[in-house]
């Protein structure tokens, strides 16, 4: 890689990394919220779903516009709303209150995923691809390691909005960076007269059977991934015995794991093929899905044990799946073809979390039941995943240089 190309993907993973810390630390949270609030997990679930929710709304309203400006300042128009309403939930007092700055934070961070994916597919060639979203998803790992464990430390120290006050803050760094290192990438941008129709974008979208299938690879990962991860510290802490106060080992462990983990994930899937690895890794995550829904109380370091293995699988399953999905578009439609896949993305989570908090349920002790039937219904998505990735095709190889288009 050239010096502009891994300063790019810094940049991305920087974006990534204060995006998934605001994301993620919902997830651990729930005790402390649930208490706050004096909430039961399917009103958790309502918070966690609402940023899905209005992410995915405003990731689908994008891919009307989105290829019609270079990707730079869609960027930055995004990353800026989504650190306003990271800051809004620092300061939310009440449940309803923080419902909306979440929903807030959902409507610019629906359009920040799909354009970095959207930035590393114009970069670089379907060849090279699956290293470069490696290193841009190293970010969920620093965000594992580093962010979410130090805002779980400051929501225990002081309180559970200290946390979006240090992504926000941190945010207003990266808004800079975005501004000094990330390219214009405009080759994709057509002039007034060569613009289709902005409804084209799901008229291509209906006519490609090859699309369609991307996006309903996408929505079984994510019913899959997403039913299962915003009870699992309420499940840990209430039923296996997990001190709270050694949550943010699973992430400190987990992520550390795929620091090293995701590199070697992307490497691989370039020279053996996308499928192959993703195959793998895909019927490997099903055992720590099993394992940590019908735990029973165990040992601290056999929670890490399993945990860690989840985080590894799920993340190597994640790596060869970005890769197909960015090429099943030229780069003219890619733009609009992410913001639609990150809004299907993220109203799977929505509904796979909502779903979730239907299914289970709370005993009068604080134990968290049925976890277990929403495992096995993640891991017959997961199952199910398999086969619809088979038929994902990509159309795109060549490459597209990041000096051609830098200014």
Same mark, same amino acid.
């Given at each position: 890689?050239? &010096?502009?190309? &891994?300063?790019?993907?810094?940049?991305?993973?920087?974006?990534?990394?204060?995006?998934?810390?605001?994301?993620?630390?919902?997830?651990?949270?729930?005790?402390?919220?649930?208490?706050?609030?004096?909430?039961?997990?399917?009103? !958790?679930?309502?918070?966690?779903?609402?940023?899905?929710?209005?992410?995915?709304?405003?990731?689908? #309203?994008?891919?009307? !516009? *989105?290829?019609?400006?270079?990707?730079?300042?869609?960027?930055?128009?995004?990353?800026?709303?989504? *650190?306003?309403?990271?800051?809004?939930?620092?300061?939310?007092?009440?449940?309803?209150?923080?419902?909306?700055?979440?929903?807030?934070?959902?409507?610019?961070?629906?359009? $920040?995923?799909?354009?970095?994916?959207?930035? *590393?597919?114009?970069?670089?060639?379907?060849? &090279?691809?699956?290293?470069?979203?490696?290193?841009?998803?190293?970010?969920?790992?620093?965000?594992?390691?580093?962010?979410?464990? !130090?805002?779980?430390?400051?929501?225990?120290?002081?309180?559970?909005?200290?946390?979006?006050?240090?992504?926000?803050?941190?945010?207003?760094?990266?808004?800079? +960076?975005?501004?000094?290192?990330?390219?214009?990438?405009?080759?994709?941008?057509?002039? &007034?007269?060569?613009?289709?129709?902005?409804?084209?974008?799901?008229?291509?979208?209906?006519?490609?059977?090859?699309? #369609?299938?991307?996006?309903?690879?996408?929505?079984?990962?994510? #019913?899959?991934?997403?039913?299962?991860?915003?009870?699992?510290?309420?499940?840990?802490?209430?039923?296996?015995?997990?001190?709270?106060?050694?949550?943010?080992?699973?992430?400190?462990?987990?992520? /550390?794991?795929?620091?090293?983990? /995701?590199?070697?994930?992307?490497?691989? /899937?370039?020279?053996?093929?996308?499928?192959?690895?993703?195959?793998?890794?895909?019927?490997?995550?099903?055992? @720590?899905?099993?394992?940590?829904?019908?735990?029973?109380?165990?040992? $601290?370091?056999?929670?890490?044990?399993?945990?860690? #293995?989840?985080?590894?699988?799920?993340?190597?399953?994640?790596? @060869?799946?970005?890769?197909?999905?960015?090429?099943?578009?030229?780069?003219?439609?890619?733009?609009?073809?992410?913001?639609?896949?990150?809004?299907?993305?993220?109203?799977?989570?929505?509904?796979?979390?909502?779903?979730?908090? +239907?299914?289970?349920?709370?005993?009068?002790?604080?134990?968290?039941?049925?976890?277990?039937?929403?495992?096995?219904?993640?891991?017959?998505?997961?199952?199910?995943?398999? !086969?619809?990735?088979?038929?994902?095709?990509?159309?795109?190889?060549?490459?597209?240089?990041?000096?051609?288009?830098?200014?």
């Amino acid at each position: 890689m050239t &010096r502009s190309e &891994r300063l790019l993907l810094l940049v991305l993973a920087c974006i990534n990394f204060t995006h998934i810390v605001d994301f993620m630390i919902m997830m651990p949270l729930g005790p402390q919220l649930m208490r706050y609030f004096g909430i039961g997990p399917q009103e !958790f679930a309502v918070i966690v779903s609402s940023y899905s929710l209005s992410a995915g709304i405003s990731g689908f #309203l994008a891919a009307f !516009f *989105v290829d019609r400006y270079p990707r730079k300042y869609v960027v930055l128009l995004a990353y800026g709303g989504f *650190v306003v309403g990271t800051l809004a939930c620092a300061i939310a007092p009440t449940y309803w209150l923080l419902i909306a700055a979440r929903a807030l934070a959902g409507i610019f961070g629906g359009v $920040l995923g799909s354009q970095v994916l959207s930035i *590393v597919g114009d970069v670089f060639s379907y060849e &090279r691809r699956a290293q470069a979203m490696s290193i841009v998803m190293t970010a969920f790992s620093a965000a594992s390691v580093a962010g979410v464990p !130090f805002g779980l430390y400051i929501a225990t120290e002081y309180s559970w909005h200290a946390p979006f006050v240090f992504v926000g803050v941190l945010g207003l760094g990266v808004l800079f +960076l975005i501004w000094q290192f990330v390219p214009i990438l405009n080759e994709h941008v057509q002039s &007034r007269q060569q613009r289709s129709n902005p409804l084209s974008v799901l008229t291509n979208i209906a006519r490609n059977p090859n699309q #369609l299938r991307a996006l309903f690879l996408t929505t079984t990962i994510m #019913l899959g991934h997403f039913s299962i991860i915003p009870f699992i510290t309420p499940y840990l802490v209430a039923n296996v015995g997990f001190s709270e106060t050694n949550v943010y080992l699973i992430y400190l462990v987990g992520g /550390a794991l795929t620091i090293f983990s /995701a590199p070697v994930v992307g490497k691989l /899937a370039d020279r053996r093929g996308k499928y192959p690895v993703f195959v793998v890794f895909a019927l490997l995550s099903m055992l @720590p899905i099993y394992l940590i829904t019908h735990m029973s109380p165990s040992p $601290l370091a056999f929670v890490l044990f399993v945990s860690g #293995l989840f985080f590894v699988f799920s993340n190597g399953r994640l790596v @060869p799946t970005q890769a197909m999905v960015t090429s099943v578009v030229t780069p003219t439609q890619r733009g609009g073809f992410m913001a639609i896949n990150s809004s299907v993305q993220l109203l799977a989570q929505s509904m796979a979390a909502y779903s979730a908090g +239907l299914i289970v349920g709370k005993t009068p002790e604080g134990q968290v039941t049925n976890y277990g039937l929403v495992g096995l219904f993640a891991m017959t998505a997961i199952f199910l995943s398999i !086969f619809i990735a088979r038929l994902v095709k990509p159309i795109d190889t060549a490459p597209h240089p990041l000096e051609a288009t830098a200014q």
